[in-house]
């Protein structure tokens, strides 16, 4: 992981999908599970759909607050 996929977590949409347009950061965890189980996209927007689980899963969804104000 690199510190600004991160900061891109705040700040990148949704490309494409149901939740088209949301920060990808905002995602359900429904929504994330489902790409895990059925494969995460190739290129940037896939690995950072990958990486939301893990931040989730190791409770560090806290190290986004400061970068969600940071991006506003």
Request: no cysteine; net charge positive; hydrophobic share 40%.
């Amino acid at each position: 992981m690199q510190p600004e996929h991160l900061q891109h977590l705040v700040t990148v949409k949704m490309p494409f999908g149901k939740y088209q347009g949301r920060l990808i950061a905002d995602l359900p965890g429904d929504y994330l599970n489902w790409f895990a189980r059925k494969g995460f996209p190739n290129g940037n927007i896939g690995q950072l759909l990958a990486l939301m689980p893990e931040i989730d899963h190791n409770g560090l969804s806290e190290l986004l607050t400061p970068l969600r104000n940071q991006s506003r």
